[in-house]
């Protein structure tokens, strides 16, 4: 900057920069809120059907939140403004008066342009002349002032245009109070930068630094950005490359080193949110680079790991964003494909690596699918994308029976269709699921009900995710069994009520019953369902045009012949192992209760399982932790997890015909306490014996009817 521009600055205009933000930030403040109160609220509330159940109801959700985003862009850039503001008038004031005390001292300063200035003496020959130390004293401290001031401008440039170009189209969510909590952020950033292009001459020391800055700023966006796009695609693949090679092994570090991959993953993940230039150039650069090899010591080395490698170990932490993950998914899964004996031979194609640790975990890094399968679980819409080609499904499907991906693979087809990521237990309303997952899920079913193996699918470490899809698609599972007409019953707005195939209904069920996570989710997702869909027509008789007692009839019928297919299933399983299996089936039941308690506790509905709002209970219905998953249901899964302690008998024989009667006496049992606890809250409905018995006789048919439904389905699939 220079002398004469901070001496005689006048920033009267910036102040009324500020000004103007600050009325930008009150008006989109009340925007922000009537936008929540009218579009997100009432989108919340309404009855959505069809189209408007996806695509309506999530532009008005994402248009709510960008007013949100636009509250915190303005304030962020009005309080950068203020800041700056302040520091140049202060900067101004410090000129003016070492200049004065200069001038005092008899010592001229005379600036020369570019920010450069000469000192000198003021003084006639017979004066007395100032010091040379005197002389540098003045010439110091005016430059010092003067490279603040400069800095304060320049950075102050940078973290506004880094800012507003984080978002092509919307906001901007970065939120920063002031100018240098922003440029410090931005100045650690390139630090960290410079020092990981040369990953050789960091220490472990310097490493752990880096990691607990990168937690610190994990989440901040221009951060995130400027650390990525300084360190370049290729570099950031080249530091963790050469990193983990360098140090595996060190199992002294090994902890350190986890965090440090972690937080730099979740960095990383914060970066793909900027619509930048240099953000998707570096996103173009990763992509590109999949197929190159990075060696871990360029000298020593003779082979390395492939960059689709390294970056999947990083993608294991943080939320991507979804055009990174469609883009890198689609590179990364052609690779994948590409073996010539197809999908029972693709752990092949990742073999040829040089024996580097990328993850520092329990597995070595080796298959990037794993790791892209951990992103989606955490990326729902990128999840569905990717799933939604049913040729990269099928293969994904068929792969995991010949590696170790089914647990991942799994969490991600759980996001996919259910639309929550895996592990997010954030209270939310229900969403209804939309044609493009429902269609997911049909071919998933299709493709465990498949006679020809299709049931191992199940044993590849997907059962629980298998099962918590199937307990989030009881609605359309049960509107399947009905059949035509039973529309009003099964109530749900899901945008493909009726997108399942029934044959691939039975087996699908019937493969999760020998699952003891799988079962276990079915169970717990049925009673759910049942206690909402029984406690609606109780609370209000007119949603079904027929009578009540039908309706709890139908409900009770197919509560029966679900849970029958799961018992005839596992009924089917060897009687030899029946005492491990009874311990395996108890662990199961107490880890998927206490899962679905914790969906039904913060109101999430375990992805749209419970009830789906309609008519006049859509409030209600819709309300986290509302009254259709607080009360009959949260007792129908406390009850379950109570009662459905197995112990095992010394005759294993005796006990597996046995187990049917008790597990039947188990539906049946909560299937009645539902329909009590309805009555009683709403004191509505048939008499409690007519009802109770009305339940007892059609969960007894449905019982019944599974096994006479598992032998038709087996029939067909042999003929």
């Not at 989710?521 to 109780?538: D, K």
């Not at 009687?575 to 109101?603: D, I, P, W, Y």
Request: hydrophobic share 35%; charged share 25%; with cysteine.
């Amino acid at each position: 900057m220079d002398l004469e521009a901070l001496q005689h600055g006048n920033f009267a205009r910036l102040g009324e920069a500020v000004t103007d933000w600050s009325d930008m930030v009150g008006k989109l403040t009340r925007l922000r809120e009537r936008a929540e109160r009218e579009l997100d609220g009432k989108a919340k509330k309404a009855d959505w059907a069809g189209l408007n159940a996806t695509v309506t109801r999530e532009f008005v959700t994402k248009t709510a939140a960008e007013f949100a985003d636009a509250v915190t862009q303005a304030s962020s850039i009005r309080n950068i403004l203020r800041d700056t503001r302040g520091e140049l008038i202060s900067h101004r004031e410090k000129l003016r008066d070492a200049l004065g005390r200069a001038r005092d001292k008899k010592i001229s300063v005379v600036p020369t342009g570019g920010g450069k200035f000469v000192v000198s003496s003021l003084c006639t020959a017979e004066e007395e002349q100032p010091t040379e130390g005197e002389l540098g004293a003045v010439r110091d401290e005016i430059a010092e002032i003067l490279g603040k001031a400069t800095e304060c401008d320049t950075t102050a440039a940078k973290v506004l245009r880094t800012l507003v170009d984080q978002s092509k189209y919307g906001f901007s969510g970065a939120s920063y109070k002031d100018r240098d909590s922003a440029a410090r952020a931005v100045h650690r950033a390139e630090e960290w930068a410079r020092a990981a292009r040369n990953p050789k001459g960091m220490s472990l020391k310097q490493l752990g630094a880096l990691g607990r800055d990168l937690k610190k700023y994990r989440n901040d966006e221009l951060f995130a950005e400027t650390f990525a796009t300084k360190l370049g695609g290729n570099g950031t693949l080249e530091f963790w490359t050469r990193t983990a090679g360098a140090h595996q092994g060190d199992r002294g570090h090994a902890a350190m080193l986890r965090d440090l991959q972690t937080n730099l993953g979740m960095t990383l993940a914060t970066a793909t949110h900027s619509d930048s230039p240099a953000m998707q150039h570096w996103e173009e650069s990763v992509v590109t680079a999949g197929n190159t090899s990075f060696r871990p010591d360029p000298v020593r080395s003779s082979a390395g790991a492939l960059g689709f490698q390294v970056m999947s170990s990083l993608l294991r932490h943080g939320r991507y964003d979804t055009e990174f993950l469609d883009s890198y998914g689609s590179a990364l899964l052609r690779k994948d494909k590409s073996h010539a004996m197809g999908a029972t031979r693709t752990e092949e194609i990742w073999e040829n690596i040089d024996g580097v640790d990328l993850v520092f975990g329990k597995d070595d890094g080796h298959d990037p699918v794993t790791g892209f399968m951990t992103a989606l679980s955490h990326a729902p819409e990128a999840a569905e994308h990717t799933f939604a080609r049913k040729a990269d499904l099928n293969h994904l499907l068929e792969s995991t029976k010949n590696t170790d991906r089914g647990t991942s693979v799994g969490q991600a087809l759980e996001a996919a269709v259910t639309g929550v990521a895996h592990g997010d237990t954030t209270p939310a309303a229900p969403v209804p699921h939309n044609r493009t997952q429902v269609a997911i899920m049909r071919n998933v079913m299709h493709a465990v009900a498949n006679p020809d193996g299709g049931s191992a699918l199940v044993d590849n470490h997907m059962g629980a995710s298998l099962g918590h899809m199937a307990a989030a698609y009881m609605p359309e599972i049960n509107r399947t069994i009905a059949g035509l007409g039973a529309e009003h019953i099964f109530l749900t707005n899901s945008d493909a009520p009726d997108g399942l195939d029934r044959a691939d209904t039975y087996r699908f069920l019937s493969a999760l019953g020998r699952d003891d996570d799988a079962s276990a989710a079915v169970v717990y997702g049925r009673s759910i369902y049942t206690s909402s869909t029984m406690e609606a027509h109780i609370a209000d008789p007119h949603l079904f045009g027929g009578s009540t007692s039908a309706a709890i009839e139908a409900i009770s019928h197919n509560s029966g012949l679900i849970d029958g297919i799961l018992a005839h299933s596992r009924q089917g399983m060897e009687v030899e192992h029946q005492q491990e299996g009874e311990q395996g089936e108890n662990e199961a039941m107490q880890r998927q209760g206490e899962f679905f308690k914790t969906m039904l506790s913060t109101g999430f509905a375990v992805g749209a399982v419970a009830l789906a709002p309609v008519g006049a209970t859509a409030e209600a219905a819709v309300g986290a932790g509302g009254a259709f998953f607080s009360a009959a249901a949260t007792m129908g899964v406390d009850r379950i997890m109570d009662g459905r302690e197995l112990d095992g008998l010394d005759k294993a024989m005796y006990q597996s015909g046995r187990r049917l009667y008790i597990s039947e006496d188990d539906t049946l049992g909560t299937v009645i306490e539902a329909g009590r606890q309805a009555r009683k809250s709403y004191d509505s409905g048939p008499s409690q014996d007519a009802m109770d018995n009305e339940i007892r006789e059609a969960v007894r048919a449905g019982w019944l009817e599974s096994d006479t439904r598992l032998e038709e389905v087996g029939k067909s699939a042999t003929s």
